[in-house]
């Protein structure tokens, strides 16, 4: 069954766009929306905190919200190192 | 104008059921942060804030979280303690070009808070110092910013100081 979208749809894209790199997106909450799951989430991890990352339902400002949110997953250090491999720490 | 910074905490035993907290500082007005939750017992907090100065925008945010979560710790304010990798990355050269720049100004590259196998800086002292040498180009706002953040990590760590420091800071005074 397709999850929920998201009613802002600056979020939406940016949900979208994070579930393509491999990202879980779990819906629940109140404040909350939602909960995107990093694919990795292992001990090397750099950026920790944010391998889970809550969503909001109302965001103050949906399009720096949604652009924050792009970050997380571009900033992943696994996904970083993947996407090129010769980055050094 | 908007200003982004990350703030994180250690949360209190006792008071670290994450979902529960989230909801908390969605009713105290943290709405305009991205709330980590990726660690146990740790909560990250990305604030993109609109105020009239970085140092309002940041003292703001501390006071929200505060409000939601009074037992939290901070543990540390960014963008502040940088290595030469996120120092780069916020400057917007690479790596090898920062590590030039450090090896050939021995003389007045800003010391480190720490050196060793991976030596950390205050960001506010390597963009002023960047500043000095011109042709930089930095993002709107990130010097403030660093100052800022530099500011709540020192008031932090300043609480920590025992008394019979004041003798300490007269012999680094010289």
Known sequence: ?89 | MEYTFTLKYQLAIGDDEQDSIVERLGAAGCDDALVGIGLPGRLALEFTREADSAQAAVSSALADVHRAVPSAALIEAAPDLVGLTDAAQIVGVSRQNMRKLMLAHPENFPVPVHEGSASIWHLADILDWLQTRGNYRLAQGMRELAQAAMQVNLAKETRRLTHPAAGVREALAG
Not at chain 1, 15 to 35: F, N
Not at chain 1, 60 to 75: E, G, H, I, M, W
């Open chain 1, 1 to 89: 069954m397709p999850r929920l979208s998201h009613s802002k749809k600056d979020v939406e894209s940016a949900l979208s766009y994070a579930e393509k790199q491999g990202w879980r997106v779990d819906v629940g909450g109140g404040h909350a929306w939602g909960k995107i799951y990093c694919p990795y989430n292992d001990h090397e991890c750099r950026c920790g905190e944010f391998c889970i990352t809550s969503v909001w339902s109302t965001p103050k400002s949906p399009s720096n919200y949604a652009y924050a949110l792009r970050r997380v997953v571009d900033n992943c250090t696994t996904h970083r190192k993947q996407r090129d491999p010769g980055a050094k720490e």
